[in-house]
């Protein structure tokens, strides 16, 4: 309780020299896989993650939108050996911010475009992941009132970097560059103070 006294004080701070929104963010993603190697395989995967945001407003044109937290849901289905479906549930510390710059405002819509770097560390017994992605999206509001607007966004330009730190003193890194071929589109519901 502690924790979200200071954090509403500082929103309250911050308000004073910029306009500041609070919501959250609801990410899809959706995706299928088909091989046909030793045996037909096909895997279809559908996710949704919740993440609290902070839309801070510091001139006509700008945003800084920091993130921390998220809550996903995943199910996917093989049919490798009959139907089989899954359910996976995970919360956990994703954190970065985005820069956007407002290219176009006029009521009821709103467009900003700009990069949004992401950074999602996790643990487990054995190893230590570290996912840092950067990626630009496209963000168009709707603007129900001054003081709510629902945020619909999409990214189709994604790098990034995943490190894996094992026990054992190896190491593991990977980067991914390209253009998405699946679009995971955000939903945002904000309150502008």
């Not at 993603?29 to 088909?34: G, N």
């Not at 609290?52 to 993130?67: G, T, Y």
Request: negative net charge; charged residues 20%; proline residues 4%.
């Amino acid at each position: 309780m502690k924790k979200i006294t200071v954090a509403l004080v500082l929103l309250y701070c911050l308000n004073s020299f910029a306009e500041v929104s609070l919501g959250i963010n609801l990410q899809t993603s959706f995706s299928t896989t088909h091989t046909e190697l030793f045996q037909e395989r096909t895997t279809s995967a559908f996710g949704f993650s919740l993440i609290p945001s902070v839309i801070i407003v510091p001139s006509d044109r700008l945003e800084i939108v920091p993130f921390i937290g998220y809550f996903s849901s995943i199910m996917w289905e093989n049919n490798e050996n009959g139907d089989q479906t899954a359910k996976n549930s995970e919360s956990g510390v994703d954190m970065g911010a985005g820069l956007f710059f407002r290219l176009f405002e006029a009521d009821p819509i709103r467009f900003s475009f700009g990069p949004e770097l992401g950074f999602l560390p996790s643990w487990s017994d054995n190893f230590r992941n570290y996912d840092i992605g950067i990626s630009a999206p496209v963000n168009i509001d709707l603007l129900f009132s001054d003081s709510f607007f629902v945020r619909m966004s999409a990214s189709i330009v994604d790098f990034g970097l995943h490190i894996t730190d094992y026990d054992n003193d190896a190491k593991e890194t990977r980067f991914r560059t390209g253009i998405q071929t699946q679009v995971t589109p955000s939903l945002g519901f904000f309150f502008t103070f």
